[in-house]
């Protein structure tokens, strides 16, 4: 399983990369929506983690560009903003896309990596 | 005083004090002053002058119609008197041109006559009598001894020795009986005269003045110019009494003129001299009697006046109450309504800046949440410090505290993100619990005591989350403020009887004194006035219930507590806001 982490904060992404790999998943991370395009178009990645605000291109907008790069791919999203009520740690919306308000816990995002996974589109 | 203080509207309270953007608009009191003055001026000053002209013009009016009524029966009654007396002159006047000197000094033919004129002129003639030039009676046909009486010192008799006819004032003469006389002077073929005489009783004329229409107390007499009464008068005494009222200067038409009694009572006198006689008629009325009927009429202005003027008053207080009422409604409904848009605009500003401030801190805390994980990753995955718990502890301490920050940012996002109207569906006590969150530090420090107790059988409702949340931080703030540290605030959570839930906060703090109670949901109503209240807290919180289709009452007691009950329905009734709003941004 390869994950695609993109986030604007290099050391939130690399810590994170770097804990996913330590739990056996394979994960590279960008820190912008243009790298990530790159990364993706020479490699497979079955989820891309998301930060929803960059840059340039944003995590909605590069995720519909992803999607069309590789239409398995899963998607969750990392946010600042969001609420316990709107998101309950772990709400879906918009098909398969879920969210996650940072700080995150690191187990919740692998239980949700693997969900996303496993349940072929609908989590 | 307490009737008073019920009937007085809320305006007239307000006093102009405040100053600022949230002011009143007007002075309600001046305006109501000025409308009511202005109103009563120009609606009452026309009604009494014209009401105050009506009374001078009818009283005078009325005034001049009895002056006039009076002129008009003294003249008539004049009329008739001086007819009557006339009469009887001249048929003397006749009979001593008809007669010889001889024949009127027969008693046969005196008599005849005497008869005749009885006959033909009714009552009146008591008696005929020829005198001598020397004033000795010749001949006297009549029921009185009169003959061989002497008058030649009687003043009538010298009189009609100077004049040829003359009418006497009455007089009692030598029979003692009120009468007067009409003689009138025959030539002698010798040059001597003889002198006939008739004598009238004053019964006619009494006839005749009892049988006039003057009315209730009027009187009605004849005088004489000397002011002796030759008729009885109903009040100045008998005939041949001196008559207690000025005589007037002679004047040759009838005249009206203004007396009064001694005892100063008005009287209106008509009089008219009758020519040819000593007589003058006089008709006295009572002035207060005249003006009963003006009385009446009087009487019936000023009713009328006083209806309208209270009847004026009243629609003139009724309406200006009414219209500053109302205009002060609206005024402390715009001030209400740029108070909550004030709040409002707070609110979402606070929301603004916390949402922000927390997704700062929340990227910065993730970073630290990710490498404090790294750190133990490296520790526990790679085995490298496993064994050191002082190193694990000091990293699980950085992510728990990092966890903890987190909550607090979530919340913060939370408590922005509910600032937008939104319905969904809602358990209260996690609602209450998340509000007693925010005050639990200041609720530590000042050892308060929170219990939220739920009953069995609550269910969820639909609600706008950030009202409740309003609601509840404004009653819980209150609540906090009401009481001394180490005090107790219970939030009782249970079924409201007929559906929905029902919310209880008690304290026991201070209280609220019970004539403060009907109050404390008025807008700007405050005990805190001074100390940084708007008096708006719980007025707003009072909207905001009703904007949820809740109710909100208060009960309270001086020094035991007070608690706010707050029913809500299980869904709002026509929310406005859309439904379901659930925008998300990154």
Not at chain 2, 462 to 471: A, M, P, V, Y
Request: aromatic share 8%; with cysteine.
């Amino acid at each position: 399983m390869r994950v695609l982490l993109v986030d604007d904060e290099a050391d939130l992404a690399s810590a994170l990369a770097e804990r996913l790999d330590m739990r056996g998943i394979a994960a590279e991370w960008v820190t912008d929506g243009m790298e990530a395009l790159q990364r993706a178009a020479s490699n497979d990645f079955d989820v891309a983690v998301l930060d929803l605000k960059m840059p340039r291109i944003g995590g909605l907008e590069l995720k519909a560009r992803l999607q069309s790069l590789h239409p398995d791919m899963k998607f969750i999203f990392l946010t600042g903003y969001g609420s316990e009520t709107d998101f309950k740690e772990v709400a879906c919306h918009e098909g398969e896309a879920c969210y996650l308000v940072k700080p995150v816990d690191i187990q919740i995002l692998i239980d949700l990596i693997r969900r996303v996974t496993h349940s072929g589109g609908e989590a | 005083m307490a009737l008073l203080n019920r009937i007085t509207p809320d305006f007239w309270r307000i006093r102009p004090t405040s100053t600022g953007a949230f002011r009143y608009l007007f002075n309600y009191r001046r305006i109501w002053k000025w409308s009511v003055l202005l109103t009563a001026i120009v609606s009452l000053v026309p009604l009494i002058f014209i009401t105050l002209l009506d009374y001078k013009v009818t009283e005078h009016a009325l005034e001049q119609e009895f002056r006039l009524r009076a002129a008009r029966l003294v003249s008539n009654t004049r009329r008739v008197i001086g007819f009557f007396l006339s009469e009887r002159q001249s048929a003397l006047e006749f009979i001593v041109r008809d007669n010889s000197p001889e024949a009127l000094s027969d008693p046969e033919r005196l008599t005849a006559i005497l008869d005749s004129l009885r006959e033909s002129f009714g009552g009146g003639f008591m008696d005929l009598g020829v005198i001598g030039a020397n004033g000795e009676q010749k001949t006297y046909v009549g029921p009185f001894k009169l003959q061989d009486k002497d008058y030649h010192e009687q003043p009538w008799f010298k009189m009609v020795v100077d004049r040829g006819v003359y009418i006497s004032d009455v007089f009692l003469g030598f029979r003692r009986v009120p009468h007067l006389i009409i003689a009138v002077k025959q030539s002698l073929p010798d040059g001597s005269f003889q002198v006939l005489r008739a004598s009238l009783g004053i019964k006619p004329f009494e006839d005749h003045l009892n049988n006039m229409e003057i009315g209730g107390s009027g009187d009605a007499f004849i005088v004489n110019d000397r002011g002796v009464l030759q008729t009885d008068s109903r009040y100045y005494g008998r005939v041949l009494e001196k008559l207690d009222l000025p005589i007037p200067e002679y004047y040759p038409s009838t005249q009206v003129m203004d007396g009064s009694t001694r005892d100063g009572e008005k009287l209106l006198i008509g009089y008219r001299f009758i020519e040819g006689t000593p007589f003058l008629l006089m008709i006295v009325k009572r002035h207060a009697e005249l003006m009963t009927l003006w009385h009446t009429t009087r009487l019936g202005l000023i009713l009328f006046l006083v209806c309208s003027v209270t009847l004026i008053l009243a629609v003139i207080l009724g309406s200006a109450t009414y219209m500053v009422r109302n205009m002060h409604l609206a005024d402390e409904k715009r001030l209400m309504g740029l108070h909550q848009m004030e709040y409002a605009n707070k609110m979402a500003s606070i929301g603004r800046m916390a949402a922000s401030v927390a997704h700062e801190i929340n990227n910065p805390l993730a970073i630290i949440n990710e490498k404090a994980g790294l750190i133990k990753d490296l520790f526990t995955i790679k085995q490298l410090y496993a064994a050191d718990a002082k190193l694990i502890g000091l990293v699980d301490a950085i992510t728990r505290s990092v966890q903890r920050a987190g909550r607090i940012t979530k919340r913060l996002l939370t408590f922005a993100r509910n600032l937008e109207a939104s319905i969904e569906r809602i358990k209260l006590e996690d609602v209450v619990r998340e509000v007693l969150s925010f005050v639990e530090k200041e609720a530590r420090l000042r050892e308060i005591n929170l219990e939220v107790d739920v009953a069995a059988g609550v269910t969820a409702i639909e609600s706008d989350r950030g009202k409740l949340q309003q609601i509840f931080l404004n009653i819980i703030n209150n609540a906090l403020a009401a009481m001394a540290d180490g005090g107790h605030l219970k939030v009782r959570i249970e079924p409201a009887p007929g559906g929905g839930v029902m919310l209880r906060f008690s304290d026991d703090g201070s209280g609220i004194p019970a004539e403060d109670l009907p109050r404390i949901f008025e807008p700007f109503f405050s005990t805190k006035t001074g100390q940084g209240g708007t008096g708006l807290g719980l007025s707003i919180t009072y909207n905001l219930v009703r904007e949820i289709g809740g109710e909100i009452a208060v009960s309270s007691e001086v020094g035991q507590g007070t608690c706010f009950t707050i029913r809500l329905p299980i869904c709002i009734p026509n929310p406005k806001g859309e439904d379901h709003a659930s925008a998300v941004s990154g």
